[in-house]
């Protein structure tokens, strides 16, 4: 089965950071769009930011902007999300997908495309 890996999540305190990779299972990540995305409990998921398939173009929510960066090694096929200043409303299972028919190195979306390869996600949880 074709899916991401998340990895990186745990409990952070607020204020804290936290480095969250996505590593595809069975094939390359290549040149696919990857975006990120967040589902708190009794919330629908929402996209959280997207990275175009050369790395060159991002794109974030409002809620993140100015704290959340993402970044892209396709040599090492894994796609970053570093998210600092953590608050407790950042609390949500996160989850990685390609958007492989976005084929632009100028735009890169969050939502509103068929996104695949959705795995399992990794618990952030920020909590004092």
């Known amino acids: 089965q074709l899916q991401f890996v998340e990895s990186g999540g745990g409990l952070v305190q607020p204020g804290g950071s936290l480095r969250l990779s996505c590593t595809p299972s069975?094939?390359?990540?290549?040149?696919?769009?990857i975006g990120w995305f967040r589902q708190a409990p009794g919330k629908e998921r929402e996209g959280v930011s997207c990275i175009t398939r050369n790395g060159g173009r991002t794109n974030f929510a409002d809620s993140v902007k100015g704290r959340f960066t993402v970044s892209r090694d396709n040599a090492n096929n894994t796609v970053y999300l570093q998210m600092n200043n953590l608050t407790p409303e950042d609390t949500a299972v996160y989850y990685c997908?390609?958007?492989?028919?976005?084929?632009?190195?100028?735009?890169?979306?969050?939502?509103?495309?068929?996104?695949?390869?959705w795995g399992q996600g990794t618990q952030v949880t920020v909590s004092s």
């Open positions: 069975g094939f390359n990540l290549g040149y696919s769009a």
């Open positions: 997908a390609a958007d492989p028919l976005n084929l632009s190195d100028y735009r890169c979306y969050i939502s509103g495309r068929d996104f695949k390869y």
